[in-house]
Every structure is written in C-alpha cells, then in structure tokens.
C-alpha cells in the first residue's frame, strides 16, 4: 500500500504564490505516476497537474502555465507550485498516486491523500 500526505495549504491573497507538497510512503517504488486534484465546494473533483514515472508532466489546460508539478530525485515527494492565484483556485487540493498509468482522471487513480484547504481572497 501506499500513503500519501499533503502539507503546505493555507490562505493567500489573489495574485500570490503557494507551493503545496506531498509525501509518499509505503510501496512508492511500484507507483507509476503522482498527480494533483482539487475540489471546490459544489463542483466535482478535477485534475490539475501530474507526473510520471518518466518525468513527463501533463496539466489541466486552464492551468497551464501558473502551476508547475515536480517530483523529487527519489519520488517520493510532489511538489505543486501555483503562481498568480485567483480566487477561483479555492479549494481542496488532493495528491493522489497511480500503479499503472498517468491520467487527469480522479476515478484511475489508487491511492489518495486527505487534502490540503488553499483559499484565495481577492
């Protein structure tokens, strides 16, 4: 099995900057992709950013280029850094793992975190 934790959720202001994190632990040598979704009250849960065990990323299309996904050298810590924040990006924000593929789609995924709270103010 596989543990995901997220750390670094908080409030910042519009046009701001967060960076969250995720720690995985257990069997992460067996995960073939990390990723991040988010959920806002009322709307379904969509995907943001993830990467694969090749290093190749993928995001959300309205995303691109204010969020940047990383993972470190032994891949067991996702990183997602988010520029120029805007209200809209308020939400729960979840990192979740893959055994087999690396898709944007919550309903693949095999191991989930319990999320971190990013609120934004204008």
């Known amino acids: 099995a596989v543990e995901l934790m997220e750390s670094g959720g908080g409030s910042v202001q519009a046009g701001g900057s967060l960076t969250l994190s995720c720690a995985a632990s257990g069997h992460t040598s067996y995960l073939r992709c990390m990723a991040w979704f988010r959920q806002a009250p009322g709307k379904d849960r969509e995907g943001v950013a993830a990467?694969?065990?090749?290093?190749?990323?993928k995001y959300a299309e309205s995303l691109k280029g204010r969020f940047i996904v990383s993972q470190d050298n032994d891949k067991n810590t996702l990183a997602l850094q988010m520029n120029n924040l805007k209200p809209e990006d308020t939400a729960m924000y979840y990192c979740?793992?893959?055994?087999?593929?690396?898709?944007?789609?919550?309903?693949?995924?095999?191991?989930w975190g319990k999320g971190a709270l990013v609120t934004i103010s204008s």
């Open positions: 990467i694969d065990s090749d290093g190749d990323t």
């Open positions: 979740a793992a893959d055994l087999a593929e690396c898709p944007l789609a919550a309903i693949s995924m095999d191991y």
